[in-house]
């Protein structure tokens, strides 16, 4: 089992910047990617930027370079450095690992961007 565990979310008024950090624990071997999904209300989730023990990155359609993804290998953690937060990107952040076979998540944390 890999057990995730997300913090850095909170309030921040439009234009602001957050960083979120997802600390991985467990069986670890084997995770091959690790990442950021969003859900916001009444919406499907999505990706945000995943990244594989590699270093290669994906992010998805919504980022705009806003949102960079990040990994300290020797920590097993991952980072989301947001920056520019609008309110649109309002939403629950998952931390998201995946081995072959096997996905696991994170609870989440909540990101809300108003003034």
């Known amino acids: 089992q890999v057990q995730l565990v997300e913090s850095g979310g909170g309030l921040v008024q439009p234009g602001g910047s957050l960083r979120l950090s997802c600390a991985a624990s467990g069986s670890l071997f084997s995770i091959n990617t690790m990442g950021w999904y969003r859900q916001a209300p009444g919406k499907e989730r999505e990706l945000v930027a995943t990244i594989t023990m590699g270093g290669l990155v994906n992010y998805g359609d919504s980022v705009n370079g806003r949102l960079i993804i990040s990994r300290d290998i020797a920590k097993n953690t991952v980072y989301l450095q947001m920056s520019s937060l609008k309110p649109e990107d309002t939403a629950v952040y998952y931390c998201?690992?995946?081995?072959?076979?096997?996905?696991?998540w994170g609870q989440g944390t909540q990101v809300t961007v108003s003034s």
């Open positions: 998201y690992a995946h081995k072959i076979s096997s996905d696991y």
